[in-house]
């Protein structure tokens, strides 16, 4: 006679594997549908750094530099409790349409949190910190839209 914990992992169902509307290696996504969740991603992420009031925001597409990511996006916020604010309102938005971020950086200092929601990541700053760090000029370096930099 079998023991009852083997008798019971031969007749238990398995769990259904989980449906996700994100990456996972090894599987492939039809294009259309993965534009709809880069699209609706995009919307929920707008539309929250709009609510909060963002200041300057700035969308940088980055397909082609890099692997990590499609689009960066900087922003900033009045004070350090501004910048947490909108980076929360961030993850609850991408929460609310069930493709919750991969990664949040930052949120205890609150002078740059960065939101990673995968093939978008958002950086909110404090305009000093966005500034002195200067992403924009580091993703956008030779590209076309900024011949001014170049010719000087």
Known sequence: MEPARKR?????PKAAPRKSAVKVPGKRIKPDLQED??????????????DLKARDTREIDVRGKTSVTDLIVVTSGTSTRHVKSIADEV???????GLPPIGVEGEREA????????????????????EFYGLERLWTVGDDEHPEQLAG
């Open 8 to 12: 019971a992992a031969k007749v238990a």
């Open 37 to 50: 969740v880069f699209a609706r991603l995009h919307r929920a992420m707008s539309t929250a750094l709009e």
């Open 91 to 97: 993850v609850r938005s991408a929460k609310k349409i």
């Open 111 to 130: 002078e740059w949190v960065l939101v990673d929601l995968g093939d978008i990541v958002v950086h909110v700053m404090l305009p000093r910190t966005r």
